[in-house]
């Protein structure tokens, strides 16, 4: 079983940065590629970026630039650090894993395990 707990989340003025981690606890298995979604008011729940244990990398192209992944395998955390924020990216961010191999590069429904989401809410 997979267990993800985000933080990091909070208000920010537009331009600025953040940082979200996400840990996971593993009792099985061994994590094979996390990633981060994210979901809007009235939003439909959307990939904004994810790492493979390979070190394999996808962004969103809204994201491609400002943010960046990255994760630490032998602590099971995965981080996205956010910059020049903007209001767009206001959303409910949300961690995910999978435990076996899936499509690259991922997809929502590759991922079995998510976090409760973290609120990032960029001000203009």
């Known amino acids: 079983q997979v267990q993800l707990v985000e933080s990091g989340g909070g208000l920010v003025q537009a331009g600025g940065s953040l940082r979200l981690s996400c840990a996971a606890s593993l009792t099985i298995g061994s994590i094979e590629a996390m990633g981060w979604y994210r979901q809007a008011s009235g939003q439909q729940r959307e990939l904004v970026a994810a790492?493979?244990?390979?070190?394999?990398?996808n962004y969103a192209d809204s994201v491609k630039g400002r943010f960046t992944i990255s994760s630490d395998i032998r602590k099971n955390t995965v981080y996205l650090r956010m910059s020049s924020l903007k209001p767009e990216d206001t959303a409910v961010y949300y961690c995910?894993?999978?435990?076996?191999?899936?499509?690259?590069?991922?997809?929502?429904?590759?991922?079995?395990?998510w976090g409760q989401g973290t609120q990032v809410t960029v001000s203009s």
């Open positions: 995910a894993a999978r435990l076996v191999a899936g499509t690259n590069p991922p997809s929502l429904a590759d991922f079995d395990y």
């Open positions: 790492i493979t244990s390979g070190g394999s990398t």
